[in-house]
């Protein structure tokens, strides 16, 4: 069976913005682009909290399924929801199986989770996951470090950047920002 592919998911944090932007391509196996316009964000908890994810579009969405209801059980806690989920996806058995990452923020926070228990926050304010993640984290923190950019152009120029380098990401982007 071939392994679906592709994706990239970037969040930047500035002063007055957070902004998490995704690529739209869907590749099968390594060479064949399967779809241009996948959407990979949402937004969550009345619009508070912006999500995306790398990996099994069916686990990923389990995975949010089970992050909104922390979400709702910890009135919003963007930290406290993230590290409950993090401990029910490490411990159980069904849940170690999901092939998934998710990026998430808030306007205080933002947050990389993965099925091994981490929850993991940047020292920089700039996160990405997805195969051209490393790519778009490096341009990020460039623009972030040496521009007065706000956070949603450092998205779209970052995330411009590495679709120009990486073979899984396109330059179909999907943005959703937080003022």
């Known amino acids: 069976m071939m392994e679906l592919h592709a994706t990239t998911i970037l969040a930047v944090r500035t002063a007055n913005k957070v902004a998490i932007g995704g690529d739209g391509q869907v590749t099968l196996g390594q060479s064949m682009i399967m779809k241009h316009g996948a959407r990979k964000l949402r937004r969550l908890h009345k619009g508070q909290i912006l999500a995306g994810f790398a990996g099994a579009t069916a686990d990923a969405f389990t995975l949010f399924e089970l992050f909104e209801a922390k979400l709702e059980a910890k009135r919003g806690n963007l930290v406290q929801a993230a590290v409950d989920l993090a401990k029910e996806w490490r411990k159980d058995k069904y849940l ?3 092939e998934a990452m998710l990026l998430l923020a808030d306007r205080e926070h933002i947050l990389l989770l993965s099925g091994t228990g ?12 997805g195969s051209g993640g490393p790519y778009a984290l490096a341009a990020a923190r460039a623009l972030a470090r040496n521009t007065d950019m706000d956070a949603e152009a450092i998205v779209r120029q970052a995330m411009r950047i590495a679709s ?16």
Do not use: G, M, W, Y
Not at 119 to 125: G, K, R, S, T
Not at 166 to 178: A, I, P, R, Y
């Open 96 to 98: 170690r199986k999901l």
């Open 118 to 129: 981490d929850v993991i926050e940047p020292d920089d304010n700039v996160a990405a996951i």
């Open 164 to 179: 120009e380098i990486c073979v899984f990401t396109n330059d179909h982007l999907s943005l959703e920002v937080l003022e």
